[in-house]
C-alpha cells in the first residue's frame, strides 16, 4: 500500500514538472507602441517635409528582418508638424518578449538619378507653394535603420518614438532643385525620457537661434565646420536641436536620462552662421523637464 501511494506521489510530482517546464519554455509576448516624431528643419524656405511610411521591419537576435504586418500603410507625415514634442502614432504590434536594438522604416521615395516622379510619396513644400520630391540615394530602397534599445515586457508594453531629424535627413545636393532622404532615425523609450527647456535671453541679433544637444564631452569645432560633402550635415554628432520661437523659448525633447552640452548657435534663412557659445553639463532625468536659461552675454 505505501510503495502505491509513493508511486502515485510520484507521477503527481512528475506531472506537475513536466507542466512547469513546459511553461518555462513557452514564447510568451508584449505589445510595442511606436510613435514618430522630429527635430526641426533650420531652412526657412521650406514649409513642409512630407515621408510616406508603407512598411515596418524589426530585427532579431537572429540577425533576421521581420515585417509588422500589423502595420496599417501607407501612411503620410509631414515632419514639421511633429517637432517640439509632438509626436504621431504609427500603430501597436505584439512581439515576443525581449531586447531589440533595431527597427526599419521602408519608404516610399523615387531613387535618385532614376528620373523625377508624378507623384512622389517623399517631397517637400516651399512657402512659394513650390514643391520637390525627396530621393533615396541608389541601393538604399531596402529601407531606412532606426536604432536604439529597447525591452518588450511579457504580457507587457513598451512605448517607443522614432525621431527622423529632418535637419539631418534631408540634403540638398550640387544640383540645384535636387533633395536627398537620408534619414538619421533614434529610438527613445517614451517613460526613460526626459527633456530640456528655457529661455534666451540678451538676444541682439535677428538671426535665428538654434540650440544643439549633444552628449557630454562629444561637441568638437569641426562640427561646425563645412560639411565634407553634400550627404553630410553640419552639427552631425548633435543628439537633436531646436529652434528658439519668436519669444526667445527653445524645447529639446525625447531625450536619454544622461548629462548634455548645449551648443548655441545663429541661422539666417536656413544658412548657418556662428557658434556664439557652450552650456555645459545639463542633466536629464527620466520622466522631468531641466529648465536650463542660456544668457548670451555670458556664453
Known sequence: MKKLISLIVLVIFASFAFVSCDDENETTNGQLTLSITDAPIDNSTVSGVYITVTGIQYHTNDKEWHTFDEYEGPQTFNLLELTNGESALLGSFELTAGTYTQLRFMLDAPEYGMGNPTSPGC????????????????????????VGQFTVPSNGEVEIT?????????????????????????????????????????????????????????????????????????????????????????????????????????????????????????VVESNKTTNQPIDLSSL
Do not use: C, H
Open 162 to 282: 522614432a525621431d527622423f531629424d529632418a535637419r539631418k535627413s534631408v540634403v540638398e545636393t550640387g544640383v540645384t532643385g535636387m533633395y536627398i532622404l537620408k534619414p538619421t532615425i533614434r529610438l527613445i523609450v517614451d517613460n526613460q525620457a526626459g527633456q530640456i527647456a528655457g529661455a534666451v535671453t540678451n538676444v541682439d541679433t535677428n538671426a535665428d537661434i538654434v540650440v544643439f544637444a549633444y552628449e557630454d564631452g562629444a561637441y568638437t569645432d569641426n562640427e561646425a565646420s563645412d560639411p565634407v560633402d553634400d550627404m553630410t550635415p553640419r552639427f552631425p554628432n548633435s543628439v537633436t536641436s531646436s529652434i528658439a520661437d519668436d519669444t526667445n523659448n527653445y524645447f529639446l525633447a525625447y531625450l536619454a536620462p544622461i548629462t548634455y552640452d548645449l551648443v548655441v548657435t545663429t541661422s539666417v534663412d536656413g544658412d548657418f552662421g556662428q557658434v556664439l557659445g557652450i552650456v555645459e553639463d545639463v
Open 123 to 146: 517631397y517637400i513644400d516651399f512657402t512659394d507653394e513650390s514643391q520637390e520630391p525627396l530621393f533615396v540615394p541608389s541601393g538604399f530602397q531596402s529601407g531606412w535603420k532606426a
